[in-house]
């Protein structure tokens, strides 16, 4: 099976601070990598698909990159609809999620 | 648009099963496969398994072999994941996928609809 590792697991950050979540994959998984992000209480949002792909509607804050088994998630300005919690998720060989990156204020 | 309601909330004693049912709409439900996740109290997201609704065909994670099975009815656009023998480390939300945007037949695919979850709790 095919691990995800996320860090950090909690980011501390203010609004207007830019953040990177980064995302290792136990073996290569090319660009199959997706970013969901959760709010408390409701289901996954799909930011983020084939690594750097921006699903429609997500703003442009949010870009993605990374290739084999590193890949980052990058936040340019934090607005306060953006304090959730981070998934990557592998889809390369069936699917498997990192364990998640909370970020709060 | 493309909706997937499940059905609601349910509390099970250890040994029993559960069978949460997702409802779909807004989209063709035989041709884009289900997918079941769940989340713990707290805790990360776990794939539990896929279903291809026009076919039945099927495939779970090696964690819930033998105790999940998902099935469908296409009369009605619903899938159903049933899991058995219950332990309270089953207690957890269910969440139905679909992948309608980026389904690829042929390999894998990430997720772009969800249900809104379905609490499951076991508890003697």
């Not at chain 1, 950050?13 to 990177?20: F, N, Q």
């Not at chain 1, 590193?70 to 592998?90: G, K, W």
């Not at chain 2, 884009?32 to 997201?45: E, P, T």
């Amino acid at each position: 099976d095919i691990q995800m590792t996320q860090s950090p697991s909690t980011l501390s950050a203010s609004v207007g601070d830019r953040v990177t979540i980064t995302c290792r994959a136990s073996q290569s998984i090319s660009t199959l990598l997706a970013w969901y992000q959760q709010k408390p209480g409701k289901a996954p949002k799909l930011l983020i698909y084939k690594t750097s792909n921006l699903e429609r509607g997500v703003p442009a804050r949010f870009s993605a990159s990374g290739s084999g088994r590193e890949f980052t998630l990058t936040i340019s300005s934090l607005q306060p609809d953006d304090f959730a919690t981070y998934y990557c998720q592998q889809y390369d060989t069936y699917w498997t999620f990192g364990q998640g990156t909370k970020v709060e204020i | 648009q493309v909706q997937l309601m499940q059905s609601g909330a349910e509390v099970k004693k250890p040994g029993a099963s559960v069978k949460v049912s997702c409802k779909t709409s807004g989209y063709i439900f035989i041709g884009y496969d289900i997918n079941w996740v769940r989340q713990a109290s707290g805790q990360g997201l776990e794939w539990m398994g896929w279903m291809n609704p026009n076919s039945g065909n099927t495939g779970y994670a090696q964690k819930f072999q033998g105790r999940v099975t998902m099935t469908r009815d296409t009369s009605i656009g619903t899938a159903y994941m049933e899991l058995s023998s219950l332990i309270s480390d089953d207690t957890a939300v269910y969440y139905c996928t679909a992948a309608v945007s980026y389904y690829n037949p042929a390999a894998y695919y990430p997720f772009d609809y969800w249900g809104q979850g379905t609490p499951v709790t076991v508890s003697s």
